[in-house]
Nanobody, 125 residues
């Protein structure tokens, strides 16, 4: 079965960095749009980035642009989210999401998108 497993979350001080990983299994990793989505405490889910595993094309939300970077390791079927200069507003559960089908960009909200279990990131002094 297709599966996404996030890791790398934790507690970090403001200004610090973390790298999240999203390990994919059960499907061919290339040519998918994948997303990082986060849910701050008490709030709704919000989009962080979109990333195409084939071309490497990446889009970022304005709130994380120039601080977060997405990358991939095709051989390891893994997508990473490098987060720098973290601030308390970045505190959230971070999810890795795969689009519904190969080559489509139906979005992370689409029925049939594949979600990981999430990893908690807490930014606090």
């Amino acid at each position: 079965d297709a599966q996404l497993v996030e890791s790398g979350g934790g507690l970090v001080q403001p200004g610090g960095s973390l790298r999240l990983s999203c390990a994919a299994s059960g499907f061919t990793f290339s040519n998918y749009w994948m997303y990082w989505v986060r849910q701050p405490p008490g709030k709704g889910r919000e989009w962080v980035s979109a990333f195409h595993t084939g071309s490497g094309t990446t889009h970022y939300a304005d709130s994380v642009k120039d601080r977060f970077t997405v990358s991939r390791d095709i051989a390891a079927n893994t997508v990473y989210l490098q987060m720098n200069n973290l601030n308390p507003d970045d505190t959230a559960v971070y999810y890795c999401v795969r689009d519904v089908a190969v080559g489509t960009m139906m979005g992370w909200r689409a029925n049939g998108a594949l979600w990981g279990q999430g990893t908690q990131v807490t930014v606090s002094s």
